[in-house]
């Protein structure tokens, strides 16, 4: 019998939960694959398997690519500042392993492959909003690696593929104690501890916050198109962006949070981070014309919910 797992790389991370999750509540058997080195336990389920281990390796690779039909490439060191401190971590996590990984799975018999790309492939953008047309142009490590992925995987034409590319993520569930996570969940966790906030140049660089179950749906949206159509599915051999359609500045973040705590927050100024963009904004018409989808229009709400 056709197996129905899918094999879910960097599982234990913090989207990878709540991807992991929904797939379950639906019904579908679940393989992680994780090194744990940013991901955390995950919750046992009759249909959960957790393999552990480093997707560089081959063997490794084998192990988990087993009997799967379908795989979500979410494992990655996600974090820009630790990309461009460990260029070779970076490249051997983040371009290598995943080229290894779709070429074994592949020749191993998997069907379908999405991969978590990233709108940092767009590098210091011309003008925005950024579409799928715009340049790519990364400007770090981070993103070089990202893009030689999403290459990787969409050079697979005979296969049903697509590559997502994410925005800011934001919701709650990312890691609360490390400085590789992303702003939002930083700026919440110091508040919750009444630390001040370190802002990384003068707090007027904006981002396109997506909500994580945003982004879950997006990928299972993806995922059983693929699965029911193969190549003739409307998202086949694309990449799309995974967006809010809205930017926010730091600074307004900060106005937001201030609010909801009915403070003033201590903030510190400090030069701005190698590799940083200033200014990110995407369009999502592209996936929504393919398959409808949409993102939610709740941002306070959930910036709320990270307090
Ligand atoms: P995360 O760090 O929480 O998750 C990544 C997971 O990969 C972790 O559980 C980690 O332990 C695992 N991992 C790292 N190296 C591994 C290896 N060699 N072998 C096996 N597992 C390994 O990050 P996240 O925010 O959940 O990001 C998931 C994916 O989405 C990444 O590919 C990231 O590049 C992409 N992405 C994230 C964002 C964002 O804002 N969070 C935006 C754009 C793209
Ligand atoms: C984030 C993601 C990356 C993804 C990209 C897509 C994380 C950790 N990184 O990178 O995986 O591909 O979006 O666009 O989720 N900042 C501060 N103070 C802090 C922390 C950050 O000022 O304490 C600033 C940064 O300098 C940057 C902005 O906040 O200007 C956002 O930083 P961060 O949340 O790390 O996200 P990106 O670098 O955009």
């Known amino acids: 019998m056709e197996s129905d797992t899918v094999l879910v790389t960097g599982g234990a991370g913090f989207i990878g939960h709540h991807l992991t999750s929904t797939l379950l509540s639906q019904g579908r058997k679940v393989k992680v694959l994780d090194d744990f080195s940013s991901g955390t336990e995950l919750p046992t389920h009759p249909l959960l398997t957790v393999i552990v281990g480093d997707m560089s390796e081959s063997s490794v690779r084998e192990e988990a690519l087993h009997e799967v039909k379908s795989v979500i490439n979410l494992a990655a060191i996600a974090s820009v500042p630790l990309c461009e401190s460990k260029p070779k971590l970076s490249s051997r996590v983040n371009y290598l392993a995943a080229q290894g990984l779709f070429k074994d799975a592949f020749r191993l018999g998997v069907s379908t492959i999405i991969q978590a790309s990233t709108s940092a492939l ?3 953008p011309n003008e925005l909003p950024l579409t799928e047309k715009s340049p790519t142009k990364p ?3 981070y993103g070089l690696d990202k893009q030689k992925a999403e290459e990787s995987l969409l050079s697979f034409h005979e296969h049903p593929v697509c590559a997502l590319r ?3 993520v934001f919701g709650v569930g990312q890691k609360r104690d490390s400085p590789y996570s992303g702003v939002l969940t930083i700026f919440s966790d110091n508040i919750n501890k009444n630390l001040p906030l370190k802002i990384f140049g003068d707090g007027h660089q904006s981002r396109d916050f997506i909500h994580v ?3 879950v ?3 299972i949206l993806c995922l059983n198109d693929l699965e029911n159509n193969g190549t003739n599915s409307k998202v086949s051999g694309k990449k799309f962006n995974v967006c809010s359609g809205n930017s926010v500045t730091l600074l307004e973040v900060i106005d937001s949070f201030s609010s909801f705590t009915n403070t003033d927050i201590e903030v510190n100024f400090e030069s701005p981070r190698e590799g940083d963009i200033l200014h990110s904004l995407g369009s999502f018409e592209f996936l929504n014309n393919q398959i409808d989808w949409k993102p939610s229009e709740n941002f306070t709400e ?5 307090l």
């Not at 959930?302 to 990270?306: D, G, I, N, Y």
């Open 122 to 124: 767009y590098g210091v």
């Open 139 to 141: 400007i770090g490590n």
């Open 166 to 168: 994410l925005f800011n």
């Open 213 to 215: 179950n945003d982004v």
């Open 217 to 219: 749906s997006a990928f």
């Open 302 to 306: 959930r910036l709320r919910e990270l």
